[in-house]
Antibody, heavy 117, light 109 residues
């Protein structure tokens, strides 16, 4: 079964850091671009970052550029999102997604990140 | 950045009726347009890519049309499981800033 499972979410104070992980199974991980998408409570979807097959190219939305880092470990079939200098506006459910011709066919279950003092 | 605008924000339709959802792009995206369905507490699910191609396992009552800046998702005969929030997404931009619309909530009338 094709599956993405996120972990690492939780509560953090403003200015803090968190690292999300995403474990992939059921498909050839190193054959797909991967991405992170988030959804603030009651809001729409926001693409955050994408990474190419070997991790040599990364792309970010302006609102997280310089604060968030996407990375992957193909040997461990895992995707990561390092988040620093977190703000209240970063409170959201974070989804790990597999890119298929630039669309998101496979989604994780989501990991809730809450930034609050 | 390409801005995606969906209308209406909420659409009330009776089961068995047809629903038509709209999505407009701030500049042409060709047919690089996808539609997703999201139910409460669940991750989104891809319905349509390439503006009109149904994803694997998606019922034929879902159809997409349009190109350039104007797109439509039509659900021909609403079933109870179709009441959800629908998002459009463009994927024309490079570097990949694949923006989403704000969503249309399809509710039971």
């Amino acid at each position: 079964e094709v599956q993405l499972v996120e972990s690492g979410g939780g509560s953090v104070q403003p200015g803090g850091s968190l690292r999300l992980s995403c474990a992939a199974s059921g498909f050839t991980f190193n054959s797909y671009w991967m991405a992170w998408v988030r959804q603030a409570p009651g809001r729409g979807l926001e693409w955050l970052a994408s990474i190419n097959l070997d991790g040599s190219e990364t792309f970010y939305v302006d609102s997280v550029k310089g604060r968030f880092t996407i990375s992957r470990d193909n040997a461990k079939r895992s995707l990561y999102l390092e988040m620093n200098t977190l703000q209240a506006a970063d409170t959201a459910v974070y989804y790990c997604v597999r890119e298929d011709h630039s669309t998101y066919v496979v989604w994780g279950q989501g990991s809730l990140v809450t930034v609050s003092s | 950045e390409i801005v995606m605008t969906q209308s209406p924000a909420t659409l009330s339709v009776s089961p068995g009726e047809r629903a038509t959802l709209s999505c407009r792009a701030s500049q042409s995206v060709g047919t690089n347009l996808a539609w997703y369905q999201q139910k409460p507490g669940q991750a989104p699910r891809l319905l349509i890519s390439g503006a009109s191609t149904r994803a694997t396992g998606i019922p034929v009552r879902f159809s997409g049309s349009g190109s350039g800046t104007e797109f439509t998702l039509t659900i021909s005969s609403l079933q109870s499981e179709d009441f959800a929030v629908y998002f459009c997404q463009q994927y024309k931009d490079w570097p990949p800033m694949y923006t989403f619309g704000q969503g249309t909530k399809l509710e039971i009338k």
